[in-house]
């Protein structure tokens, strides 16, 4: 069996076992599954082709006795004189005198190392064994413990006595369709590719399978979650929902129409609604989900909003208050820093059903808390709640039917992996009127000016945002930075002005009278760290400054950036950044050229990767071994489709063709029971 310990094979001991544990490598099939990250071009290579300073393998005959020279301490040089046709030239082996006994006078020898065209000699690396296969050597992570020969003989010898219990697990008719390599077949030739051409071919395979059987998981729980076994109708009432959009005090944007219609259509149906509400900071959200939070309460159950942060409840709570006519819909509160009497009145008032829609962080999923008849849960900037979180939740009520709303657009080929088992409504419309921030990059030199300016909005009612990096390695130099900026700019703007400062050692309270005075314009300046970052909405603040821009990854900066421009005025955002390289110029003069925040997140995937998009790193992402979602985008995108279209047909797991992949899928995923 591949899932046999490592140690089932010859030659690794307890001791080898562990070294190769910690290289994640525990069972055979791991063993098989490490691949390499690069291949060294080993191909034989005439003198006369060889560029100066090029890593190549030369073959040739020893033509004199090696000899070894011992400096210093531990150092040696090897060397001997190798002839190619009739081309003699010298090799050096540096602090590997071992070699010597390999190296024989008048025999045949084959050397990797680097050229130097200048002094005619090659810099030995390694001695390559007489036989070579390949042209090829995979070169792996490796570690003090385990060498890279010790791997390449560990695998080959692995495919020698269990190779043949690699089963193809790709049904015969995506094989045939994509002319895809078999899988054992793309396994060894991905350690030990004889061209770049098969080690391509046996990357497509291995990137196709890996993506495939992944979306085969998730299709399957889409489809599950379907079914009308689970879920409730929430059948609310059309003449008061309708009424109830009537009152707002704007009309919905066409877009913000749409979705709602989508939501509705699902509360609607006996299945259980999982939906991913995708929309541009600012393209209004928020009312959107008091539509069907309002919706569910008509139809007589409960509603729950869950959010990331303590801010974030209490300002969607207070729009909510705004929205709802406090006689019709009852609200509450329920945080972290919810004081235990009033926590306790809350949780009976939610078992009574004396509260309709409640607001609240993680505390909501918190043992003790129960609700009368839950229908509906929304969670605002989801990614930050784990899988288990939003399961907890659910469980809470009876199947619930579950919105989730991102503050970061996703792009495509994530939201397929990370959330491919939801259906999407994108809100792809701002708001009428708004006019687009516009954003300035500047060095730290221009600071002063850019207050000045700053300064200059102020004095026309209008109040501003400062946000300095969270500092990761340690918050108290992060609190530190904010409280020295805020006195420079308490210093700067007094006596006209109000500095508020916010940052994450302050108090729920003292935060919450913060950004109250901050709403209520008491305070003009507010300088904070990213606490502020996800949601808040004030609509009088037009400059957002951002101290050392570069720090912070698009996504969180557009999202930062969409704090301002939410009322009439024209407002800019500052960027301060010194960037160190390029790549940092790049990002900078991305955001100031555009205000779209789906291709900024694509940006960023492509210049950061997955963890970077969702601002952190547990983003609920599964690991693929070779496959890449931005490399690979286009693969995935077949693979996904194959699998849902595979979901599509009747019984498919009782169809012969299909028996391999639905024992391969069973086998790594026991508890699974889409799959019987
Ligand atoms: P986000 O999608 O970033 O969560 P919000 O829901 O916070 O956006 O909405 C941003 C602002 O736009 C809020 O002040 C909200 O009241 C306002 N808004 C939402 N929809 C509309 C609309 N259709 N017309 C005008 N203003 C709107
Ligand atoms: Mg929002």
């Not at 557009?558 to 704090?563: A, E, S």
């Not at 110029?585 to 998009?613: A, Y």
Request: charged content about 25%; glycine content about 6%.
């Amino acid at each position: 069996m591949l899932q046999e310990p490592i140690t089932k094979l010859s030659g690794v001991g307890e001791k080898r076992a562990q070294a190769l544990a910690d290289l994640g490598i525990e069972t055979i099939e791991n063993l098989l599954n490490y691949y390499p990250f690069r291949y060294d071009d080993i191909k034989e290579r005439n003198l006369a082709e060889i560029n100066d300073q090029e890593k190549v393998t030369i073959k040739g005959v020893v033509v004199s006795p090696p000899v070894v020279n011992r400096f210093g301490y531990k150092k040696s040089r090897l060397q001997f004189r190798m002839m190619q046709d009739h081309d003699v030239f010298s090799v050096s082996f540096f602090n590997q005198p071992y070699l010597k006994d390999k190296i024989v006078l008048s025999e045949d020898i084959a050397v990797f190392g680097k050229w130097d065209g200048k002094r005619k000699s090659l810099t030995g690396m390694k001695i390559l064994g007489a036989k070579q296969e390949g042209d090829f050597a995979p070169i792996y992570h490796v570690s003090k413990a385990v060498r890279q020969q010790t791997l390449v003989d560990l695998i080959k010898k692995a495919f020698v006595h269990f190779g043949d219990q690699i089963e193809e697990n790709l049904p015969l008719s995506l094989i045939e369709k994509y002319r895809l390599m078999e899988k054992k077949e793309a396994m060894y030739a991905m350690h030990f590719p004889n061209t770049p051409e098969e080690h391509h071919q046996a990357k497509r395979r291995v990137v196709f399978e890996e993506f495939f059987l992944f979306q085969m998981k998730i299709q399957g729980l889409k489809k599950e979650e379907k079914s009308e076994k689970h879920g409730i109708v929430i059948d609310y009432d059309v003449e008061r929902v309708k009424a109830f959009t009537q009152k707002l005090p704007f009309s919905l944007t066409n877009a913000q129409k749409r979705v709602t219609n989508e939501i509705c259509r699902d509360l609607l149906q006996a299945k259980h609604m999982q939906r991913l509400l995708q929309g541009d900071v600012g393209s209004g959200k928020t009312v959107v989900a008091a539509i069907a939070l309002y919706a569910a309460v008509t139809a007589g159950f409960q509603g729950a909003l869950m959010v990331p942060t303590e801010i974030l409840a209490q300002q969607h709570l207070a729009s909510l208050n705004q929205l709802f006519d406090p006689l019709e819909i009852h609200t509450a509160l329920l945080t972290s820093s919810t004081k235990a009497k009033e926590r306790q009145e809350i949780i009976e008032k939610l078992q009574q059903g004396e509260i309709d829609v409640v607001v609240g962080t993680h505390s909501l999923i918190q043992e003790g808390v129960d609700f009368s008849n839950l229908g509906l849960v929304i969670t605002d900037e989801q990614h930050r709640f784990g899988v288990n979180q939003r399961r907890g939740l659910r469980e809470k009520g009876f199947q619930p039917d579950v919105l989730f709303m991102t503050a970061t657009p996703i792009p495509r080929t994530l939201a397929i992996t990370a959330y491919g088992e939801m259906d999407v409504s994108v809100i792809d419309e701002m708001p009428a009127g708004r006019l687009p921030v516009k954003t300035h990059w500047i060095k730290r030199g221009q600071l002063e000016d850019a207050l000045k300016n700053a300064r200059l909005e102020l004095e026309k009612g209008q109040q501003m945002y400062v946000i300095c990096p969270l500092i990761e390695e340690s918050e108290s130099l992060d609190v530190q930075n904010a409280v020295e900026l805020y006195e420079e700019l308490k210093d700067f703007f007094s006596p006209n002005f109000v500095v508020g400062l916010l940052h994450g050692k302050i108090k729920a309270e003292e935060k919450e009278e913060i950004m109250g005075a901050f709403k209520d314009n008491e305070i003009q300046v507010l300088v904070s760290t990213t606490v502020i970052e996800v949601g808040v909405d004030v609509p009088n603040a037009t400059t957002m400054l951002i101290i050392d821009a570069d720090r912070f990854g698009l996504a969180q900066l557009h999202q930062l950036r969409g704090r301002v421009g939410r009322g009439q005025q024209a407002s800019s955002c500052i960027l301060v950044a010194n960037p160190k390289n390029e790549l940092g110029k790049e990002r900078m003069k991305i955001m100031t050229e555009t205000n779209n925040g789906f291709l900024l997140s694509q940006k960023d995937l492509e210049l950061r990767g997955p963890g970077e998009v969702f601002g952190f790193k547990q983003s609920g992402l599964p690991e693929f071994v070779a496959a890449d979602i931005v490399a690979d985008a286009n693969i995935l995108e077949v693979a996904k489709d194959e699998a849902q279209s595979l979901w599509h047909k009747k019984n498919w797991q009782l169809l012969p063709e299909y028996a391999g992949l639905l024992a391969y899928l069973k086998e790594k995923d026991p508890e699974n029971q889409f799959f019987d």
